[in-house]
C-alpha cells in the first residue's frame, strides 16, 4: 500500500444491476465470499484536471464531470460488474432494451424495486419526465436524434419513437450525460422545460449520493440504500473525494506521494514517470491515460467513465 494511501482496497467498473431498494441495514452478499461488507473498504481520492459547478448530468460537458455526475446518476442503459471482478455483468436500469425491426420503436424494460436516494420511486413515470426534459432541451435532442415521443405502456416498460431510424439507441442510452434524475430534483417535475434543482439532494439512484462541496473538491458518501448493493456489487467504498488538481504535473505529485490513488489524465511525461514508478501504473496513453496505484484494479479503459463500486 503506498504511503499516506487511504485504506484502499480495490476499485472496479461500477457495473450495476440488479433489484429492490434495501436500507440500511440490508444483507451483503459479499460476506459468503469473504469480501469486504459495502462501505467496508474505507475511501478513494481521484485527481480530475477540473470539477463540476452543478451536479445536474446533462450539464457534464467533458469527461471529469461526466466522471462525478455518474457516480450519482445512471443512465438508463449500463452492463455493470461486481467488484473484485467477482461474478459476471449484469444490466442496470434497464433489464432489457428491443428494438423494432426498422429501429423506429424501442421498448425499454425498467428494473422494479428501485428507488432514488430521495425515496422517488425509479418508474416509468419517472423516465417520462427524464424524457420530457431531454426532449425539451438542445443538448437532449442532440444526444437523442429523431426521437419524437415516449410512453408508457406499463410500469415498468416505457417505449422510445424514433421518425426515422436510430440503430444506436441503446448505446446513446447509456451516454452519462443521460443520467436518470428523480422527478423531485427537477423544476417542474413534469420535466417539461424543467431545470435541475441544485438544492434537491438525493436525485440519482446511484451508490453514491453528494456530500460536501466547495471549490477544489466534491466528497460523496456511500448510499446505504443503493439497489445494487444486495446483488454483490458493492461499494465497497465509503466514500469518494475529487479534488481538483488542474496540471497534470500536480495530479503526478499528489498520486506520488499517496494524496490520491488515481490521476485522470496524465501527459506523456506523467505517465513515463508513472510507470517507472514500482507502486504505480497507467492504464491508456499516450497523452491522456490514466495514472493509479497498482493497488486499483478495475479500471482498464480510458474509453469509459469509471465507476466506482470496488
Not at 143 to 158: Q, T
Request: neutral net charge.
Amino acid at each position: 500500500m503506498r504511503r499516506g494511501a487511504a485504506t484502499l482496497l480495490a476499485i472496479a467498473l461500477l457495473g450495476a444491476a440488479a433489484a429492490g431498494c434495501v436500507g440500511d441495514d440490508a444483507p451483503d452478499t459479499n460476506a459468503a465470499s469473504g469480501l469486504p461488507a459495502a462501505g467496508g473498504g474505507g475511501g478513494l481520492a481521484y485527481a480530475l484536471p477540473s470539477l463540476p459547478s452543478t451536479l445536474d448530468p446533462l450539464a457534464a460537458g467533458d469527461r471529469a464531470a461526466a466522471t462525478v455526475t455518474r457516480q450519482i446518476h445512471e443512465p438508463l442503459v449500463g452492463r455493470l460488474t461486481a467488484p473484485y471482478g467477482e461474478g459476471g455483468s449484469q444490466p442496470g436500469l434497464a433489464l432489457a432494451v428491443n428494438p423494432s425491426r426498422d429501429r423506429t420503436t424501442w421498448r425499454v424494460a425498467l428494473r422494479s424495486g428501485v428507488r432514488f436516494q430521495d425515496g422517488t420511486p425509479f418508474n416509468a413515470s419517472a423516465v417520462l419526465a427524464n424524457a420530457r426534459r431531454w426532449t425539451s432541451d438542445p443538448l437532449g435532442r442532440r444526444l437523442l436524434p429523431n426521437l419524437f415521443a415516449v410512453d408508457a405502456p406499463r410500469p415498468d416498460e416505457v417505449r422510445f419513437l424514433l421518425e426515422r431510424s436510430v440503430p444506436d439507441l441503446d448505446a446513446r442510452l447509456a451516454d452519462p450525460r443521460l443520467g436518470i434524475v428523480s422527478p423531485r430534483g427537477l423544476d417542474p417535475e413534469s420535466g417539461e422545460n424543467s431545470r435541475f434543482r441544485v438544492d434537491s439532494p438525493g436525485s440519482g439512484t446511484g451508490a453514491f449520493k453528494a456530500g460536501s462541496v466547495a471549490s477544489d473538491r466534491i466528497e460523496l458518501s456511500r448510499h446505504a440504500g443503493w439497489w445494487g448493493t444486495p446483488l454483490g456489487l458493492g461499494p465497497s467504498f465509503d466514500g469518494v473525494m475529487f479534488l481538483l488538481a488542474p496540471r497534470a504535473p500536480q495530479r503526478l505529485k499528489l498520486l506520488r506521494e499517496g494524496t490520491v490513488q488515481i490521476a485522470d489524465p496524465l501527459d506523456s511525461a506523467g505517465l513515463h514517470a508513472a510507470e517507472a514508478d514500482p507502486l504505480l501504473g497507467t492504464v491508456g496513453g499516450p497523452a491522456s491515460g490514466i495514472g493509479v496505484e497498482r493497488s486499483v484494479r478495475g479500471i482498464d479503459s480510458t474509453r469509459t467513465i469509471p465507476l466506482l463500486s470496488g
